[in-house]
């Protein structure tokens, strides 16, 4: 063997790179790499690469062994979420932003059935609810609200919401009745030998309902007392039933707050670990990425702690294939959301379970 010929064989090799395919924002680079190289070099250099090219960011993955994908993203597709995106239009699945791929961000319950919403004060939590319930509007669903801040957020939708709890004795008087009616669902299913309520006659399939709970730790503040803490566990209880139990029965959590941690109290995790779709808006602790995050990916954690105090509505979430993405939820002022619930107000069903039970109304 000629020196040459052996030079040639231990010169490091360059990686083969497929032709950019254009993206809506930018560009994606496929590079397949040779045994004994490691996508370590590429994402330590997705910095570098942004700088060099001059784009606004470049996002590195490998999605399977021996792949590398570099997508190249012209300019913060977050920057303007008011373009209008594509919407499935689909039941019980709503379009509440965009997301940094250019696609519409939506939450479909019918794919992913309970949501667990986080992020510091002024983050967006509640913008976002008020844009999944804007969505949901027209459709043929019930939406229930618990709002223990007194209702100063979810209040302003109560002219689309089948019933509203205020405070954590309706909330446990709501999410009762909403137990009740799944034990009943439950029977019904059975008895007519389907495995949800989507199998069901069209005509004896109840409404789907959405149950969206803004700050969770307000359900369980207590001052120490018996009876607080007694109502305190008896959410518990409810919520973590129907986040285990509902998603067959079309019964669906979406559960907001700014703390998820055990320090709320014990089921608090259990019911963390049924919120299958995440969410998390900038927040203050890393803690608190991580109970949001952790179980996806730690680099997701590592984003969502890099959102900006300017970045309001901007998050991290479930992807659709199971990873996870940058998003950022339409704006929707208070105006909007009145506004559009009291357009739709006339869909609002009014289902026997929720007779009687606070802004549940009586029967029609
Ligand atoms: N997607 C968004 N785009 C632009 N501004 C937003 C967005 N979401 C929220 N904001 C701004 O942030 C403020 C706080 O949002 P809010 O939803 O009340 O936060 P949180 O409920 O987390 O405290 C809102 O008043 C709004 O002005
Ligand atoms: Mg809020």
Known sequence: MTWRSRANRCAPRTPRISFPRATPYGLEVQVRLHPGQTPAPFLASSDAFAHAWRVHSVRVVSPERGIVMI??????????TDRPTLGAGELLSATVGALESGRAWTMDFRRVPHWLIVGAT???KSTLLARLVTELAPQPVALVGIDCKGGMELGLLEMRLSALATCRSEAVTVLSALVTEMQARMQA????GARSIWELPEKTRPVPA????DE???LYLTNGSKEQRAEAEECTTYLLRLAQLG???GMHLVVAGQRVGSDLGPGVTALRAQLSGRICHRVNDPGTAEMALGDLNKDAVIVAQSIGEAERGVAVT????GGWVRGRSRLTTPAEARAAAAEHARMTPRPKFLAGVPGGGTLL
Do not use: F, K, Y
């Open 71 to 80: 997508t190249a993203t012209a300019r913060d597709p977050l920057e303007n």
């Open 122 to 124: 002024q983050s967006g």
């Open 189 to 192: 299913c059975r008895s007519a």
């Open 210 to 213: 959405v149950v969206i709970i």
């Open 216 to 218: 969770l730790a307000e």
């Open 247 to 249: 998603a067959a029965l």
């Open 318 to 321: 479930t992807g659709d294939l």
